[in-house]
């Protein structure tokens, strides 16, 4: 933390804690001390979000906009308790209070999963449905019996659960970013205070308000104090405008993260129970509303889970049959391939089965001289350059090393023509940055004629030793790094 913040810090702390303690004096006192703490965050905010850009800028400015409107109704509510000794109940202080919030969890909602959510989508969604289940029993449990014994509108009720809901939601979110992502993590973890703050303030209110005054505990007004201070320290802290770069965490649908979900989707039934053995009032728009927010998240969630499974188990199965060096199909796939296409030779169904065998004759040479990732590169121009001078229907394999393989069916003709390419391709100097290379070849050629039964690795054996031979019959061994000119590459056929 530069000394900067450290000073913001130190001064929204000496002006936090006295507010915090004149909210015990009386009545006018509380709502003027939760008046001035509503301008602290909106100092900040009004430095900061001119700095920022795109989403997160547009999500801040909801949220200046939400904290401006609860900063008009604090001042109603301060101005009708000092005339009437009563906080404003009007139709202008419901909507204040109802917009201020709203455009404050909107904003929040925005801000975050803009920097975080796309890095994370699975943990948001697990995230947001823990804050789901967790708001279910703190409502359920708490907050609506409370409502039930003042007696309060169908409206304020269903207002004030929405709210529990989308606020849990969003302090799930920002619980996950704690965790997972150190850079924001100090910030993170004030606007966490700052939701429980709120939230508890919320729960004080509902449980001690007087129905005559409508004046709540002293304490609420604190919490609300305290929630207040903590949104403007998370603001000013230097971590609120880290770069957000999480680790992907894993996403295996594995038995845990089933009985995870199973169980979020079972607070609302298990709440349902105990309250009926209790005797405790049920909220039917709880169960009906957290399980229409909860059911398609989970079923989100589980099709994502799913969906990585069947992506990693792709990964998986091309990692298996193909070469991580060049995306060539490797040994295992083409012996495969070859086997299939020697079954139809020998069925009479196929014009012949031709294998090409290729070996770099100057590879080690390069590999010794330049390093691996020269020759890794080499590698990866020859394999290119291989496939594109065979036809679509041929198969071009890495049979290990400098030694690549290229299946196809059709006559020894056909097999010429296709190693006639091959070797031009290959005669081509490769260049590798400032390295200049060869990657020229031995071709040797085998073919399975129309029902012939042979064994693949009979043939592969075969096309082996052609390949030797042809290597033998190079003129002399120059060295690797000059290219000699096309037309002068033995060939093995004629």
Known sequence: MDRG?????????????????????????????????????????????????????????????????LAVHNLQNQAAVTATGRPALGMLAAVTLALGYVLLVA?????????????????????????????????????YPAHVRRGSSPGTVAYEMLLVLLVSALAGVILRMAVVVPTVRTAALYLLLA?????????????????????????????????????AAALLHPSSTAAVDPEPPPARLTRWRLAFLGAALATNPTLVVVLQLTGGPLDPALVGGTSLAMVPLVVLRISQLARRQAETERRLHDLAAHDELTRLPNRRTMVQHLKVLLDRCAAGVSPGVVVLYIDLDDFKAVNDTHGHVVGDQLLRIVATRIRAAVRPEDLVARFGGDEFVVVLEGDRTVGVEVGTRIEASLARPVTVGVVRASGRASIGIAVAAPGQRISAELLLDRADAEMYCAKR?????????????????????S
């Open 473 to 493: 019959a190079r003129p002399g061994r120059p060295d690797p790094t000059p290219i000699p000119p096309p037309g002068t590459i033995p060939r093995l056929w």
């Open 107 to 143: 904003g929040g909602a925005v801000a975050v999963t803009a920097r975080y959510t796309p890095t994370d989508r699975g943990g948001t969604l697990d995230a947001a449905v823990i804050g789901l289940a967790a708001a279910s029993l703190v409502w359920g449990l708490l907050i």
């Open 5 to 69: 913040s450290r000073r913001g810090h130190v001064g929204i702390a000496l002006i936090g804690v006295p507010l915090v303690a004149v909210c015990a004096l009386g009545p006018s006192w509380r709502y003027a001390a939760v008046s001035a703490a509503t301008f602290l965050p909106l100092a900040v905010l009004a430095v900061q979000v001119p700095r920022r850009s795109g989403a997160d800028r547009a999500g801040w400015s909801l949220v200046t906009a939400g904290v401006t409107v």
């Open 195 to 231: 939701i429980g703050a709120s939230t508890a303030a919320d729960v004080v209110f509902t449980l001690t308000e007087d129905r005559i005054s409508h004046l709540a505990s002293w304490s609420a007004s604190a919490l609300c104090v305290m929630a207040l201070v903590a949104f």
